[in-house]
């Protein structure tokens, strides 16, 4: 074999590696991106801890809403008692 051919056979190796590292890595994107690859499942892991983060906010604003009514009858109650409002004569 001559000098030649060993170049053109190392370039040939060289261009032949750098064809399957390609092609993995390829594989590797596809995995990631397909629908139900590591990137979708991401997405629906965060989507699903939005939903989660949702419905803790409802939650919260609605036993707040409770409680600020709750308080707001009682004071209401003390007041009328305090000042005798719901006591004045009608006429």
């Given at each position: 074999m001559d000098e030649q051919e060993r170049e053109q056979n190392k370039?040939?190796?060289q261009h032949s590696r750098k064809?399957?590292?390609l092609e993995q890595r390829l594989k590797t994107i596809e995995l990631?991106?397909?629908p139900r690859g590591r990137i979708s499942a991401s997405f629906e892991a965060?989507?699903?801890d939005l939903e989660e983060i949702k419905s803790r906010i409802t939650r919260l604003?609605?036993?707040?809403?409770h409680r600020?009514?709750?308080l707001d009858a009682k004071l209401e109650a003390i007041l009328d008692h305090l000042t005798g409002i719901s006591d004045l004569p009608e006429e």
């Open positions: 370039r040939i190796n064809i399957s590292d990631d991106v397909e965060i989507e699903e604003e609605q036993n707040t809403e600020f009514n709750r």
